[in-house]
């Protein structure tokens, strides 16, 4: 098949177009930023993803995939067109949906050309109802044509998780595919894409799908802070809360796989802002997601207890050198958006900290954020060596090893993943963590 990418060279869209590629068809990745559009035509993945840089050389090598500024072209050809733009919050929490009006403007134009039906499929995360009263409306008003009748509509929401997006896309087996449809003949032109795909596939409506995308993120949203709140309750009542979590899931009904890592806090680029939107989704339609809100106010305030442990031991926290373990939102990513490191240093740099961070992949994103305010190491060891405490803050597995830790200045470790066990360290050590035994 050939297909069409709107948004195709950011981290959704990329990963769709270099897969879908992957499986045979013939995809163009289109985007505005000509940087990179030839990053992508060299074989270069635009943000960092495990297999990805892979699969799109290996793709570009066989001539499947070609990133373009040329949506006319692209679309002119496709006979499926994925819409992969983002939709950031805005300050009320709702969704920005103007790149989703500008994708849809571009398919209106085109479609009037285009003589072959054609399926148009919103995969960008949209609040119920908007791929029914806005995208189709601006494609319709556009190309003076009929939904249903010379054009279909699907929405097929997203279950990437960054640092195995690839293998999500191309493994669904565990996640299902959602097919919303506008009709029978739209959802069926999106089946052969994945007929052959091991994963059960359910087929519902626009609306239901749409509605899937932000019931599961919010679900998951919700069980990290209940995790984080009984772990809270857990550190003072003297309990680890990772023998209550174990324990917790042992009841079949609760089970493994569920997200109750306690720690400080989800980020990402999902998370908080699926759950701000669908709070003033809600809201507008006059219902109050009560859960949710609460889920949202306990994410802000688990980064600042690392801030509260650390002023266990300085008094201030002024001109004390602290190493801070990790910046991106969790491991195997370079993102940095809504991450909680960002909190967290912001609120060592109120108290005068000395900073000294360090992470594998994000200090290019880190810096577009905190420029040169703080000192990035070039290695765990060398932000150890400076520091009288470290913040671990991402679960980077090589944070796991408790002997980088004898590379320490200090003995302080503040540990807000619970990925080191206090056990394997030296007893010169004091160790705090969320949901660990004060
Ligand atoms: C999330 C969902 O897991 C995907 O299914 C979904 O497709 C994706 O959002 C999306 O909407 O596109 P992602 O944001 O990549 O994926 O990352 P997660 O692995 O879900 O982690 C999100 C945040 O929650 C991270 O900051 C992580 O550290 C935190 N987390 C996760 C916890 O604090 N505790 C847990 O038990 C699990």
């Known amino acids: 098949m050939k297909i069409s990418i709107i948004g195709g060279t950011g981290y959704v869209g990329l990963t769709t177009a270099a897969c879908l590629a992957f499986k045979g068809h013939t995809v163009y990745s289109v985007g505005r930023n000509i940087e990179k559009i030839n990053k992508i035509n060299n074989g270069i993945a635009t943000v960092y993803e495990e297999c990805l840089s892979d699969i799109l050389r290996s793709a570009i090598s066989k001539g499947l995939l070609f990133a373009t500024e040329d949506h006319q072209k692209a679309l002119m050809n496709s006979s499926i067109i994925f819409i992969c733009v983002g939709t950031p ?9 103007s790149q989703i009006k500008t994708a849809s403007e571009q398919i209106g134009e085109s479609l009037k050309k285009k003589k072959d039906y054609c399926v148009i499929v919103v995969k960008s995360t949209v609040v119920p109802g908007t791929t029914e009263e806005f995208v189709i409306p601006l494609i319709e008003e556009k190309s003076k044509k009929e939904a249903g009748v010379d054009f279909g509509v699907c929405m097929n929401p997203e279950f990437l998780r960054e640092g ?26 999106l089946f052969k894409i994945y007929e052959d795909f091991d994963a059960k596939i359910l ?12 019931a599961r993120n919010s679900y998951l949203a919700k069980d990290i802070s209940f995790a984080n709140e009984i772990a809270n309750l857990c550190r003072k009542l003297g309990v680890d809360y990772n ?14 796989g569920r997200f109750l890592n306690a720690g400080i806090g989800f980020g990402g680029s999902c998370f908080p802002k699926d759950v701000k939107a669908l709070i003033a989704k809600a809201k507008s339609v006059g219902v109050e997601l009560g859960v949710l809100e609460r889920t949202l106010l306990v994410n802000e305030i688990q980064p600042l207890l690392m801030i509260n442990m650390l002023k266990e031991f300085f008094k201030p926290i002024k001109g004390h050198k602290i190493a801070v373990l990790g910046l991106a939102f969790k491991k195997g990513t370079d993102d940095m958006r809504e991450s909680r490191s960002i ?13 000294y961070a360090f992470d594998p992949q994000a200090t290019a994103r880190s810096k577009e954020i905190f420029g040169d305010e703080i000192y990035y190491a070039l290695t765990a060891e060398e932000a150890l060596a400076n520091a009288e405490a470290c913040l671990i803050v991402t679960d980077w597995p ?29 007893s010169s050590f004091v160790y705090r963590a969320i949901g660990f035994p004060e």
């Open 398 to 426: 090589q944070f796991s090893n408790p002997k980088l830790y004898n590379h320490m200045k200090g003995r302080i470790i503040i540990d807000g993943r619970r990925i080191l066990d206090p056990e394997n360290l030296s």
């Open 243 to 256: 023998e209550v979590k174990i324990g917790m899931e042992m009841d079949s009904r609760i089970g493994r």
């Open 89 to 97: 919050s805005k300050e009320d929490g709702s969704i920005d949906l």
């Open 203 to 214: 087929r519902t409506t626009l609306r239901g799908a749409e509605m899937i995308k932000y």
């Open 343 to 355: 909190p967290i240093i912001r609120a060592l740099q109120k108290e005068e900290a000395l900073i």
């Open 164 to 189: 195995s997006a690839v293998k999500d896309f191309l493994y669904p087996k565990e996640q299902g595919i959602v097919i919303g449809e506008l009709d029978k003949r739209s959802g069926d032109s």
